[in-house]
């Protein structure tokens, strides 16, 4: 009965507010004549101003004056006073009716809708239930793992934690975690590519910095990988660069299977951009995204792919060993990496003048994600040997991989340059000089530069393309 009273209140309460205002009588407008009355003033005071200024003669002014008290006598007798009436007549008769229309609609729809919706007599939810809720099982479980690897880091752990934020929709968190996973030696592609989208989403799917470079380490461990395609080309789509963006697309179009979920999604992509663009989809050649480190300086295309510098050694253990370690969970054979490392370090001490020590340690920390402890043992490697290529290429290798939005440092440009004195046939370090040349305003340097990368690349390579176009801009300033 205490509801219905209530819900009675709560009724009249809005009945009282909504009719009050048109039960009011309301102010009768001020009659036409006061308006004409105040314009035929300011009409006689310029008249006058006019007069005063030698702008109408005392006749001109005399007959402007007569006509204009004329009109002032002939608005008074044309008040029309009845007819005023009849219009507040007329508002007040609407008004009732609007009023005894909300006073038998509002309060029977109110009810008709309670009565097919409602339910009164209804419980509230006791805990017991809550705690039967899938959602609020969920939501106790994953605390309850966070708990617990606070108090013991567990890399597994970390991922289902993140995998479990993830599908939660709690995007932020789910970045932490899967940091935690690879900090404690979870690294995978597929990993980095979850973390990598939990902070695309996390921004509202905006690919950030952070996202991008971790897409493109995804490619240098998987580069097939369907996620980190995609995400790379929107990242160009993003900045504006909308062919660059279909290129990407239709090179991840090209290579996924029919029957690929993302295929419909990717075409409606390809066809949205190239409308926004300006262009058809088909006049773009499909090219695959850079990887980590092979973006070049301004002025020259950021993701064309070129000639992968020479390959080499991780500084891992290999065969047998290899297999050991890679049999182990993830946090044992982080540790196990990171205690041979730490004893290579320290054997090179003591033995100073091991060239191929001082490589194999340079790609250790690489892999380590330790880029100044890796530049330092290739710096080492080059005292040693300042005419031998290999530890300059080595040192590249790093330096690349530290570019930010794909503009690459002074340091690297100057380790390309060195590149080029020890080997003038070296297509990489060409393009990316070309690439600092024409940054620099240097157009006839840079032209140079890129014919004589040409005779060297094959004829088929897909990345000419790029440099042809290139060269071609550069011909036009």
Known sequence: MTLWIIFAALTLAVLVVL?????????AAPPRIDYDIVVYRDQLAELEKDLERGLLTEDQAAAARTEILRRMLAAEDAELPAAG????????????????????????????????????????????????????????????????????????????????????????????????AISLGAIDAQILASMAESMVIANDGMVIPEARQTFQQVLTLEKEDPRARFYLGLAKAQIGRFAEAVSIWRDLEKASPAEAPWLPMLREHIAEYAKQGGFDPASITPIPPAPAGAEM????????????????????????????????????????????????AARLEQSPEDFEGW????????????????IAAAKRAIKLRPGDVEPKLALAEVQMAQTKDGKPSAEMIATMRDILQLDPGNARAM????????????????????????????????????????LGALSKN
């Open 19 to 27: 009719i009050l205002p048109l039960l009011r009588r309301p102010t």
């Open 359 to 374: 490589m194999r340690l340079a790609r250790a920390y690489k892999v380590l994600n330790e880029p100044e402890k890796s």
């Open 297 to 344: 300086a301004k002025g020259a295309n950021p993701h064309a792919k070129l000639p992968e510098l020479p390959a080499t050694q991780s500084g891992v253990p290999s065969g047998d060993a290899a297999a050991a370690v890679m049999a182990q969970s993830p946090e044992e054979r982080a540790k196990t990496i990171r205690s041979m490392v730490e004893g290579l």
């Open 431 to 470: 393009y990316y000089v070309a690439g600092a040349e024409a940054a620099a305003g240097n157009a006839a340097k840079a032209r140079e530069m890129l014919s004589k990368l040409l005779e060297v690349m094959p004829a088929n390579a897909p990345e000419r393309q790029r440099v042809v176009q290139q």
């Open 85 to 180: 009436a009849s219009l507040l007549t007329e508002g007040r008769r609407l008004r009732q009716v609007t009023a005894v229309m909300i006073l038998l609609v509002l309060p029977l729809g109110a009810g008709l809708i309670y009565a097919r919706l409602g339910s009164p007599a209804l419980p509230s939810q006791p805990f017991a239930s809550r705690e039967a809720d899938p959602e609020f099982k969920m939501t106790e479980m994953v605390e309850r793992l966070a708990a617990d690897l606070r108090r013991n880091p567990d890399a597994d752990g970390f991922v289902t934690l993140a995998e479990t934020y993830f599908q939660m929709h709690r995007f932020p968190e789910a970045v932490e975690a899967f940091r935690q």
